[in-house]
């Protein structure tokens, strides 16, 4: 009777360890889709460098 009490407790935290995953997912992609959607709608050349300075080099860039 414990053994089944413990593997519904189980069962239940698992459950909405993958509904909160899949939220997590969804604003993730939802992200995503923003910033390919403002990348493709920006004219000019984008481009970023890494956190380390004004003389890092340049991690990407978008045309």
């Known amino acids: 009777m414990i053994a089944l009490f413990v593997l519904l407790v189980v ?3 698992l459950v909405v360890a ?5 939220k997590v997912e969804r604003k993730i ?3 995503l889709a ?5 990348m493709d709608a920006v ?3 984008v ?3 890494d956190v380390g300075g ?3 080099r340049y991690q ?4």
């Not at 993958?18 to 899949?22: A, D, L, Q, S, W």
């Not at 923003?34 to 403002?38: D, P, S, V």
């Not at 990407?60 to 045309?63: A, D």
């Open 11 to 13: 069962m239940v935290f």
């Open 18 to 22: 993958m509904i909160e995953r899949r």
């Open 29 to 31: 992609k939802d992200q």
């Open 34 to 38: 923003f910033q390919e959607t403002l």
């Open 43 to 45: 004219p000019q050349l």
């Open 47 to 49: 481009s970023w460098k």
């Open 54 to 56: 004004a003389f890092s």
């Open 60 to 63: 990407s860039c978008i045309r």
